[in-house]
């Protein structure tokens, strides 16, 4: 039976790694090399075991394996194949399948790439490791075993939630976990370094590697499903604050922060037990992400129905991680050698600094926003959420002198630079933006919090990074993103400003004004497809000059019984003519939500310019 | 008195310790404002006073209850022990539905009438949040 390949080879990986643990804890005591090329071909045979087990799941998954639980209850055998494959990671257990997967594979990776680094740090990383990957192999086999049997075998599946039907969707958990997973290594490393005493700039440039390759997929993975929720949910938001978000952003802002920190500890050589707590919360945060999206304590848009027993065992394994790190940080961090620590005010490293401090604020609210409402409740029974307007009281007002420490930073030089350096071009540029904003913010009569200053410090920020692709610094992987991040606050500014929309119950062949423009209900046309048979609606949106037709779709899919709506979105470079419509109740009326939403296109853009500039930073060797 | 280097890091000690007592202070602030409490109608109906805060409602939404004209609908929020009307403009998610759970964002107008200004969507059909099932548990 297939399914018990991928079962037993689960059970192999296991012993395998039981077998690591032991034979690598043994180097605590003493240092001789232990790292043999046994241990490498365990590796490479424990990562053939998990990648065996995965392809078997979504063998089953392809072949519509109903003998198989996860399969049975996530699969159908209309479902295109696109979606039976994505399918396999669209559960609890297979998506954990999946981060056992990337968590050995990165593991092997590491082993290779690592060669030319000190043996008892290779060491040291490979046992964490194996602690990490043994945890999640006794989680899959004994809690969530993907391979779980029934019998008698039934006919059908119960089907793939309809709303996971997506391309964005079907690649935005493997990419997502990429970048969770790849924390992993940085935790383990973190304290493989300390232990071997190896925290200095060569271990610092071995593991920007790793931290860029992280940072990229957590970028790309939140951007997919940002893209995901603005389309599909209907509301026409790209962020929403939802708890769900909210942990994948918290590891993203923790990841930004060691990138910065990783690049100073690789130039100088400070910083290093910085990086050692930043690469520990880093992990910690993505655990604790998987676990509070897992155990379905979180109250969110986002939540599925699941079982929160499950929660309980990521959770001990979180403390039990945390509990270890935090005990071998105080333990050895005597050893730590101090390379260089002749630093003054204004350098690059006062910068870096700034960078984190900022980082860390964002990422507190971010966390006691997430966090709070579980807290009431455990304590007081008292149900809370906590909307938009928390998040953006708090980080509106420090995101403005953080824009403006971002637009000077990177032109201080390391160690020591002077404070008049001030030059007349900035002053200029800083001049231009205030009148630029002045004029906007009055035209538009915008009266949002702080606009004014938002605005101004936006567009400076954005000037500067522009006007750096043409200065000295050679740095042209920091000047994209940093461009890419600054187009981002922009847009989203202009988008949130700008933003108009009208929702209303219509009928076919109504009419309703917005604004200058006419919204004709036309027709509407049933459709078969495949698993679904779907509404397309057709809509006209009329104004003086022009009319544009959107057709959004109600999908209605017949297993299970779902309805989903496909918003219908036409994009040009200054804005988005978003139209989606739902059904209410089956007598006539539909819901009817138009919106426009201006520079939408550049907040994607600006996401992919700040993962490019990630991207050409591993290119290059040594920068 | 003391060297160079000792009074800089207290100084960088009081400056950490400083901002670290203001952004609880802010954090702190802001939650009191923007935490939206989530009632069930019979919490309502025992109210002491009728908050002009936001909260949430959940419930089920009441059999025969959706009513829709061009502006927007009208339902029922039941927990099967007490009622609350109530009225909304704006989008509405796939999954709203008679006698399925619903989380409804707004204003309490008095103890029997709401008015929402977000309904919350699910991702699934089978979810039922969990303050609305714990609700309908106690009752």
Redesign the interface.
Known sequence: MVNQLGNYSLYIALLISIFIIIKTSLSFRNSSNVLSGNIFSLISVQSLMVIISFLTLIYAFVTSDFSNETVYNNSHTAKPLFYKISGTWGNHEGSLLLWLLVLTIFLFLFVIDSKNLPQRYRTFTLFFQEIIIFGFLLFILFTSNPFANIFPIPSEGTGLNPILQDPALAIHPPILYLGYVGTSIIFSSALGAIISDSINKSWASHIKRWVLISWVFLSIGILLGSIWAYYELGWGGFWFWDPVENVSLMPWLCLTALLHTVFTLEKRGTFQSWAIILSITTFSLSMSGTFLVRSGILNSIHTFANDPSRGVFILCFLFVLIFISIFIYFFYQKTITVESTKTFLVSKETAVLINNLFMMFFLSVVLIGTVYPIFLEVINDEKISIGPPFYHKLIIPFLIPFLFFMAIGPNIKWIKDKMGKINLKDIFIFMISIVISYIFVNKFGVSYLLSLPLFIFSLFLFFVTIRDFFGKNINISQKISHFGFSLLILSILLNGVLAKEHSSNMRVGDEIKFLDKIIQFQNIEVIKKQNYQTLIGKFNIVDENNSLSLKPEIRIYDQPQTITSEADISSTIFADNFLVFNIIKNDGFYNVRYQIKPFMIWIWISVLLISLGGILSLKKKNV | MYGKKVKLRAVFILSIFV?LIL?SF??IK??E??????KSPTEIKVLPEVTKK?I?VGGMVKKNS?N??????NFVITDFKNELIVNY????????E?EKGVVA?GFLQDRNYFKAVKI????????????VA?SLKEN
């Open positions: 901002s952004v802010l954090i802001s939650l404002e923007n935490v939206v409490y989530f936001k949430r959706i829709i004209n061009q502006s927007g609908v403009k704006g989008a509405i998610p796939n999954l709203f008679e964002e919350l969507a699910k991702h699934d059909e089978n979810y039922m949040p969990p303050e714990e």
